[in-house]
C-alpha cells in the first residue's frame, strides 16, 4: 500500500507547474555554470603544473645543499567545482628551508592565511554545485511538502483514503517516499549534467576516490533536500491549512538557508574573541630580536670567516639566496663549524615562531570551531560541511595537508644530513675540493678568478632522489570527516519525520 | 472606494499568521542586527583611535627636524562607522589598513581581527535584513493578492461594481506597501531605541538625514517586489503556483545572480596576481637605473658622498632620477589597485540585473562605506601625501642653508641638507584625517542606482497592471 501511495503522490507531484519550474532552474543552473566551474579549475590546475615545473627548474640548479628550499604545493581539488569551501581563501604553498634565517615563508603554517589575490573579490559570495542544491533544490523540497497533507485535507481525499485500512504511519510513509522519489528526479539530473559537462572538459580526470566521494556527495544531498522536505511534511501536518503550511516552511527556509549560516559567525565572534593579529606580530617581533641578538652572541665564538666568496643562487632575493663557490681552507672550517650550528639554531626559532603562529591559528580555529558548533541548529550547515568535507575543501584538509608539510621539512632535513654527512661535509656549503681551495687561497686575485673558475665546473647537485611531497585525500579520510556532519544531518531527518508523524497521528483529517 | 479597498487589505493582512511573522522576525532581526553593530562599533571605535594617536605620536617624534617628516611611515586606518549598522559593505573583508609616506603608498591591507578561517558571511546589516528577509515577506503578502481573490471568487465581486481595475490595483499596492511598512517601522524602532539607548555617537543631522534616505531606499526597493508579487499573482491561476514561481524569483534575484559576481569578475577582467606586479615593479625599477647608468640625470648621479659641496656628487641629478623613479614605482602600484578595483567592480556591474544588488549599493553610498569608500580613501591618501610634500617646501623655502630639493632618499635629503633640518611647528604640519562624501555628493553617486530602482519599479509595475488589465477572473 506504502508503494501505492507513493506512487500516487510521485506522479501528481511529477505534473505540477513548481515541479516543472524547479527542475528546470535547477538543471540550467547546472547547465550553465558546470562549464564556467570546470574552466576555473583548468586554469587553477595550469597555474599549479607551473608553479610546479618551476620550482622543479629551480631545483635543478641550486649547487649547494645550503641552499635547497624547494617550495611545496597543494594542488587544486577536482571536486571543488562541486564544493568550493576554502580552497581559494588559504595558501597553498609553502617554502621549506633550514641553513637561512627562517623567514615566514618557510615555516608552512604561517602560510595559512587569506590568500585571495584581489581582497576586493571577497565581497562577493562564493558560487558552485552545492549554492545550486542548498537553495534551489532546498526551496523545491519545501515547495513539493507544503501541501502533502494539508492540501489532501482541504480537498478531502485524506479522511477518504484513511476511511480504508490503512494506517496512518503507511500514509506517511508513501508521502516520504514519494517526495524522496519526486526530488530525486532533479537531483539526479542535475548531477547527471554536472558530470556529464565536467567529463567533457579535458582538464577533469576523475580517479576512483574521485568517483566513490561523487557518490556519497549525492547521498548527502538527498539526506539534506530529504531534511527540508520532512521540515515542509511536519508543518503540513500541523496546520489544517496549506497556505498556513508554506508561510511557515518560507520562513523557516530563509532562517535555517539564510540567517542561521551568519548568525553563527556573528555568535562565535562574538562570545569567543580571537587573539588580535598585532599581539600576534608583536610576539614574533620579540623572538625575531632573540633571534638576532643569540645569533651575534653564538656567532662570535666561531673562527673567523664569513666574507667567502658567493654568488647568487637560483633563488634570489632574500637572506642567504646564494650558494659559496669558493673559499680559502680557514673559511671552509667557519662554515663547516657554522653550519651545524646555522640549521640546528634556525630549527629551533622555526619551532619557536611557528608555535607563536600556531597558537594564533588554533585561537581562529577554536572560533570557527564554535561557529560549525551552532551552525549544525541548521541542514543547510550539515551539508556545507558534508559537502566540503567530501570535496577535500574544508579547513581539516588544510591542517592535513600543513601537518604532512611539516613532516615533509624534516624528511628533506634527514635528506641533506645523509648526503653532507650530518652537515659535517664542505659539500653542504660549496663544490669544490679541498685541494681547489688551497690552490687558489694561494693566489692572491683569490675572489675573481676562482669565482669565474669555480662557475664554470661547479655543476648543480643531482637532486633526482630528493623526497617529493605527495599529498592526496581517500574516500577513507573524507567520510570520517564527513560523519559527524552527515550522523547528525540523518538524526535531524529521522527527528523531523517522527515529529511529522506524532503530529499526523493526531491530525484530524474532517 | 480606493481607501475602502486600502483598508480591507490592511485589515486582512493584520490578522494573518503571515503579518504576525513578519513583525516577530522584523523585530528580532533588527534588535539582534544593531545590538551586535553597536557593540563591533564601540570595540572597533577604541582600536582605531589607539591606532590612530600611535601614529600621531610616532609623527609628532619626526616633527624635530623638517626633512625627517615625509619620511615616517604613517598607517591610516578606515575609521569605523556607525552608520555600517544601516550598510556595512562587507567591510571586515575589505582592505583598511594603509601604510604611507610622503612619497609611497603601499597595497591596502586587511587590519585588525579578521579570522579567515570562518565561513564567509554576510554583514547582518539593515540592508541585509532588508534585501533578503523583508523583500521576502514582500512575497509572501503579494503572492496571493490577486489569484487569491479570484479563488474565493471575491475578485469578480469587486470588480462587478464600479471599480476601475487600475484603482483595484493601485488600492492593492498601497495596501500591500502599507502592510509592509509596520514591520518594517517597528524593526527601525527597536533598532533605534538601541541605538539612542547605547549612546553611540549620532550627534547631528547628517547621519540622520542618511538614515532617512536609507529608509527611503528601502520603500522603494521593497515596492519592486510587491510589484513583481502582484505581477505573478496576476498571471497566476492558483496562490500555489504564484508562490512557486516567486519563490524561485527570489532565489535567482537575490542569491544566484548576486553570487555570479566572482565569476563575471575572474572570466571578463584580470587583475595582475602578486608575481606579475613584483615583475611590473622590477621592470620599472631596471627602466630607472639603467637611465642612472647612461647619464640620463646627469654625472655621478648614482653617487652617495657625505659631502654635497663635493663635484662626484651630483644632488640634483639624483633628486631627478629618485623622483623618477618613485613616480614610476607609483605609477605600478596605482595601477595595480585600480585593477583590482575594476575587477571586482566588472562584477558588480553585472550583477546590477539584480534589485538586492542595487540597493545594497545605494545603502553603502549613502552611509560611506564599502568598496567604494576603500577607493576614496586611497585617493585621500593621495592628496594628503602631495599636501605634505607641499607643506614641506614652503616652509623649507625660509631656510638659507637648505637646497630646496625633495626627494625619496631620506638619508642623502638628510645628508646634503636638501630640506631644512629646522623644527617646523607639529601644530601646522598637516595631519591625515579621513573625510566623508557630503550627503549631496553621496545621493550624486547614487543617482543612478535610485534611477535603476525606479525602472525596476516601472517595469513590474507595467506588467501588473497589463496582466491585471487582461486577466481571466472566472
Redesign the interface.
Known amino acids: 500500500m506504502i508503494w501505492k501511495i507513493a506512487a500516487k503522490e510521485f506522479l501528481l507531484n511529477l505534473m505540477t507547474f513548481k515541479f516543472v519550474v524547479g527542475t528546470i532552474l535547477c538543471v540550467v543552473l547546472v547547465a550553465i555554470f558546470v562549464p564556467v566551474l570546470a574552466e576555473d579549475y583548468r586554469q587553477r590546475l595550469q597555474q599549479y603544473d607551473q608553479r610546479v615545473a618551476d620550482n622543479e627548474a629551480k631545483l635543478r640548479q641550486v649547487k649547494a645543499y645550503r641552499v635547497l628550499t624547494p617550495t611545496v604545493y597543494r594542488r587544486p581539488q577536482v571536486l571543488s567545482v562541486f564544493s568550493q569551501g576554502m580552497e581559494k581563501r588559504l595558501a597553498d604553498s609553502a617554502k621549506i628551508g633550514f641553513g637561512t634565517r627562517p623567514d615566514f615563508d618557510k615555516i608552512p603554517e604561517i602560510n595559512a592565511g587569506p590568500a585571495e589575490v584581489n581582497p576586493y573579490l571577497s565581497i562577493f559570495p562564493a558560487f558552485d554545485f552545492l549554492l545550486i542544491f542548498k537553495i534551489v533544490m532546498s526551496a523545491l523540497a519545501l515547495l513539493v511538502a507544503y501541501d502533502a497533507v494539508a492540501r489532501e485535507r482541504e480537498q478531502g481525499t485524506l479522511s477518504l483514503s484513511l476511511s480504508y485500512p490503512i494506517s496512518r504511519a503507511q500514509v506517511l510513509l508513501g508521502k516520504l517516499l514519494a517526495g524522496l522519489l519526486t526530488l530525486a528526479v532533479p537531483a539526479t539530473i542535475a548531477f547527471l549534467v554536472g558530470l556529464l559537462l565536467l567529463l567533457s572538459s579535458p582538464a577533469i580526470a576523475l580517479g576512483g576516490s574521485d568517483w566513490a566521494r561523487i557518490a556519497m556527495m549525492y547521498v548527502a544531498s538527498l539526506l539534506f533536500i530529504l531534511a527540508v522536505y520532512n521540515v515542509g511534511l511536519l508543518f503540513s501536518s500541523l496546520t489544517g491549512s496549506s497556505s498556513l503550511a508554506l508561510i511557515l516552511g518560507l520562513f523557516f527556509w530563509v532562517v535555517s538557508i539564510i540567517v542561521i549560516p551568519d548568525a553563527t559567525v556573528y555568535l562565535a565572534r562574538r562570545f569567543l574573541p580571537v587573539t588580535s593579529v598585532e599581539a600576534k606580530d608583536e610576539q614574533i617581533a620579540g623572538i625575531e630580536k632573540l633571534f638576532l641578538h643569540e645569533w651575534h652572541q653564538e656567532c662570535a665564538k666561531l673562527p673567523s670567516g664569513g666574507a667567502a666568496n658567493a654568488t647568487l643562487g637560483p633563488f634570489h632575493g632574500g637572506n642567504g639566496d646564494w650558494f659559496i663557490l669558493v673559499c680559502n681552507p680557514a673559511e671552509a672550517q667557519y662554515w663547516e663549524k657554522g653550519a651545524a650550528f646555522e640549521v640546528s639554531f634556525n630549527v629551533k626559532y622555526a619551532r619557536k615562531f611557528w608555535e607563536v603562529e600556531h597558537d594564533y591559528v588554533e585561537s581562529l580555529l577554536r572560533q570557527t570551531r564554535l561557529a560549525r558548533a551552532i551552525g549544525r541548529l541548521s541542514p543547510a550547515c550539515l551539508y556545507d560541511n558534508t559537502m566540503n568535507a567530501l570535496a577535500g575543501t574544508d579547513l581539516a584538509d588544510y591542517q592535513s595537508w600543513t601537518q604532512r608539510v611539516r613532516d615533509y621539512r624534516d624528511t628533506v632535513l634527514a635528506y641533506i644530513r645523509n648526503k653532507t654527512d650530518n652537515l659535517r661535509s664542505p659539500l653542504y656549503i660549496t663544490q669544490c675540493t679541498q685541494a681547489e681551495q688551497i690552490t687558489w687561497a694561494k693566489g692572491d686575485k683569490f675572489a675573481e678568478e676562482a669565482t669565474r673558475a669555480a662557475e664554470k665546473h661547479t655543476l648543480p647537485l643531482n637532486l633526482e632522489d630528493l623526497p617529493r611531497l605527495t599529498y592526496g585525500m581517500g574516500i577513507a579520510q573524507g567520510l570520517q570527516r564527513a560523519a559527524a556532519d552527515l550522523a547528525v544531518l540523518l538524526l535531524f531527518n529521522l527527528l523531523m519525520f517522527s515529529l511529522s508523524f506524532v503530529a499526523f497521528l493526531r491530525y484530524d483529517v474532517r | 472606494m480606493f481607501w475602502q479597498i486600502v483598508r480591507k487589505e490592511i485589515l486582512e493582512s493584520l490578522l494573518s ?2 503579518f504576525t ?1 513578519a513583525i516577530v ?1 522584523s523585530i528580532v ?1 533588527f534588535a ?1 542586527s544593531t545590538f ?1 553593530s553597536v ?1 563591533r562599533y564601540r570595540a572597533q571605535s577604541q582600536e582605531y583611535w589607539r591606532r590612530v594617536n600611535e601614529n600621531l605620536t610616532g609623527f609628532r617624534r619626526q616633527s624635530d627636524q623638517l626633512c625627517k617628516l615625509a619620511f615616517y611611515e604613517q598607517n591610516a586606518y578606515r575609521q569605523p562607522k556607525v552608520l555600517a549598522l544601516c550598510a556595512g ?2 567591510e571586515d ?3 583598511g589598513h594603509f601604510t604611507f609616506d610622503g612619497f609611497d603608498i603601499s597595497l ?1 591591507q ?13 554583514d ?1 546589516d539593515w540592508a ?1 535584513i532588508i534585501s ?2 523583508l523583500s ?1 515577506t514582500a512575497f ?1 503578502f503579494a503572492y ?1 493578492c490577486i489569484c487569491g481573490e479570484k479563488e474565493t471568487g471575491t475578485l469578480r465581486l469587486i470588480l462587478s461594481g464600479a471599480t476601475p481595475r487600475v484603482t483595484l490595483l493601485l488600492a492593492k499596492y498601497v495596501g500591500l506597501m502599507l502592510t509592509l511598512a509596520i514591520p518594517l517601522f517597528m524593526g527601525l524602532a527597536v533598532a533605534l531605541i538601541i541605538l539612542i539607548a547605547s549612546g553611540a555617537e549620532t550627534a547631528g543631522l547628517v547621519p540622520w538625514a542618511r538614515v532617512v534616505g536609507i529608509v527611503l531606499t528601502s520603500f522603494l526597493y521593497l515596492s519592486i517586489f510587491v510589484f513583481l508579487g502582484m505581477f505573478v499573482s496576476a498571471r497566476a491561476a492558483r ?3 504564484s ?3 516567486l ?2 524569483a527570489w ?2 534575484l537575490l ?2 545572480i ?6 563575471v ?3 571578463f577582467s584580470h ?1 595582475h ?2 608575481e606579475e606586479f613584483q615583475r611590473a615593479k622590477s621592470e620599472a625599477q631596471k627602466q630607472i637605473d639603467d637611465r642612472f647608468i647612461s647619464g640620463a640625470y646627469g654625472p655621478n648621479a648614482g653617487a652617495t658622498g657625505s659631502n654635497r659641496d663635493d663635484p662626484s656628487v651630483n644632488p640634483r641629478g639624483r633628486a631627478q632620477g629618485t623622483i623618477e623613479g618613485t613616480e614610476a614605482l607609483n605609477r605600478v602600484v596605482d595601477a595595480h589597485h585600480e585593477r ?2 575594476a ?2 567592480e566588472a ?2 556591474r553585472f550583477t546590477c540585473i539584480s534589485p538586492a544588488v542595487v540597493y545594497r549599493r545605494v545603502c553603502e553610498i549613502i552611509a560611506c562605506t ?2 567604494d569608500r ?1 577607493r576614496s580613501l586611497y585617493r585621500q591618501i593621495k592628496t594628503y601625501q602631495q599636501n605634505l610634500r607641499d607643506f614641506i617646501i614652503s616652509e623649507d623655502r625660509s631656510d638659507p642653508d637648505s637646497l630646496h630639493i625633495l626627494f625619496d632618499d631620506a638619508p642623502r635629503v638628510a645628508e646634503w641638507t636638501t630640506i631644512s633640518h629646522k623644527p617646523p611647528s607639529f601644530e601646522a604640519v598637516p595631519k591625515f584625517l579621513e573625510r566623508d562624501l557630503a550627503l549631496g555628493e553621496s545621493l550624486g553617486l547614487a543617482v543612478w542606482d535610485l534611477g535603476l530602482l525606479a525602472l525596476f519599479n516601472l517595469v513590474f509595475f507595467a506588467g501588473a497592471w497589463i496582466s491585471f488589465a487582461r486577466y481571466d477572473v472566472r
Open positions: 499568521v503571515r511573522l522576525f532581526l539582534a551586535f557593540d559593505g562587507s573583508l575589505l582592505p591596502p586587511i587590519a585588525g581581527q579578521s579570522n579567515f578561517t570562518l565561513p564567509r558571511f554576510s547582518l541585509f533578503l528577509v521576502f509572501v496571493d496562490p500555489a503556483n508562490m512557486a514561481a519563490l524561485l532565489v535567482v542569491i544566484v548576486p553570487s555570479l559576481g566572482r565569476l569578475s575572474d572570466k587583475a596576481t602578486p583590482m578595483l575587477q571586482a562584477g558588480r564599502g568598496i576603500s
